[in-house]
Nanobody, 115 residues
């Protein structure tokens, strides 16, 4: 079992920045890829960014160049640095980790960008 604790969401103005964190505990040594997803009411959860254990990254086109995903394998923690935030980035952000057995999701953290 892996437990995930997210932090760092909040309210920010357009153009501002936020940094999300997701700390994994439990059987965290089995974690392979990590990622961030987001969801708004009435829409499906969408991929924001992913990072492999070796550090290879991938981003949604809508956030490429503004968001940066990173991870600290020693701390079993992933981060999402979000810069130049736009109102359309407003969503609940979820972290996800994949192990050899299954995927685990965080509880979600609200990010609200005011115009």
């Amino acid at each position: 079992q892996v437990q995930l604790v997210e932090s760092g969401g909040g309210l920010v103005q357009t153009g501002g920045s936020l940094r999300l964190s997701c700390a994994a505990s439990g059987s965290a040594s089995t974690i392979n890829s990590m990622g961030w997803y987001r969801q708004t009411p009435g829409k499906q959860r969408e991929l924001v960014a992913t990072i492999t254990r070796g550090g290879s990254t991938d981003y949604a086109n809508s956030v490429r160049g503004r968001f940066t995903i990173s991870r600290d394998n020693a701390k079993n923690t992933e981060y999402l640095q979000m810069n130049s935030l736009k109102p359309e980035d407003t969503a609940v952000y979820y972290c996800k980790v994949d192990t050899n057995r299954r995927a685990y999701w965080g509880q979600g953290t609200q990010v609200t960008v005011s115009s």
